[in-house]
């Protein structure tokens, strides 16, 4: 790998890939379009077998290195589809006065700003099919500047979304909610 340093800690550096020279066995190609950018799915280019170890090993090790615990016994992860599985997530919005636009999606990888998303292989389809009709909507609202945020959770037959407002809604706007509800 071909990396750029990007910040250095007491006990670790970090750094961003620039380039892949030799890649493993388990690198596929990442699926969203968005990858890279977008925060909300870092591990995209490993096969799903892959991610599941991935993340094991990552909760190994903070379980030893903060929880200073060892497990005697390991059950076998839960798993699922390979794609869509994100039942729960908070979502960002951000009204772009410049672009006369709302954005609504997963933080950036490596910032504040929210990625410019048009669609998600992670989040739930029920939700990510809804992404630009959900950033219209906001849009379309008197409140669009004071919606930070969309909290999403989604059940084996129903989906919601908590709509986080900094100000009252209008009646107006209780209504968009309504019927796009």
Not at 29 to 36: A, I, L
Not at 42 to 50: D, I, K, R
Not at 142 to 168: K, W
Request: proline residues 5%; contains cysteine.
């Amino acid at each position: 790998i071909i990396a750029r340093l990007t910040g250095r800690k007491r006990r670790f550096d970090e750094g961003e890939t620039l380039e892949v020279v030799d890649p493993s066995e388990y690198r596929i190609e990442p699926r969203g379009p968005h990858f890279g950018q977008c925060g909300g799915c870092s591990l995209q280019h490993l096969e799903a077998n892959e991610q599941i170890r991935a993340k094991h090993n990552t909760l190994v090790q903070n379980l030893e290195r903060i929880g200073k615990v060892t497990p005697e016994q390991w059950w076998e992860p839960i798993t699922g589809p390979g794609w869509h599985y994100r039942r729960k997530a908070r979502l960002s919005v951000r009204y772009v006065h410049k672009k006369e636009r709302v954005l609504v999606g997963f933080r950036e990888r490596y910032g504040r700003f929210v990625a410019d998303m048009e669609e998600c292989h992670v989040l739930d389809k029920r939700i990510a099919d809804q992404i630009p009709a959900l950033a219209s909507l906001i849009y379309s609202m008197e409140a669009r500047n004071s919606i930070p945020q969309l909290e999403v959770a989604c059940g084996d037959d129903d989906s919601a979304l908590v709509v986080r407002h900094l100000e009252p809604l209008s009646e107006s706007d209780l209504n968009k909610l309504r019927v796009f509800a």
